[in-house]
């Protein structure tokens, strides 16, 4: 199945994403476009102790979502950067 499903990002997402540098906000928007999908396409495995929580490697960064089926949203909570 395509569908694609409507991004929210919270508010300690946008934030974190501001101070990135130009070429890891178009890495992340990139990586972004493609969990829109049913099934999420990319680096995607399931965070432990959660049910619906997952996360996208991108380099160095993680973004940490869920896709909502019920409201048809891809909810992006966090991004982290590992060293």
């Given amino acids: ?3 694609l499903l409507e991004i929210v990002i919270t508010s300690s997402a946008a934030k974190s994403v501001k101070s990135l540098g130009l070429n890891d906000k178009k890495r992340i928007y990139n990586a972004i476009k493609k969990l829109c999908f049913i099934p999420p396409r990319g680096d995607v495995k ?3 102790g959660y049910d619906k929580i997952m996360r996208c ?7 940490i979502f869920e896709q909502n089926m019920s409201a ?4 992006i909570f966090n991004y982290r950067h590992l060293i």
């Fill in 1 to 3: 199945m395509n569908t």
């Fill in 46 to 48: 399931k965070l432990k």
């Fill in 57 to 63: 490697r991108v380099g160095n960064w993680r973004i």
């Fill in 72 to 75: 048809n949203e891809l909810i």
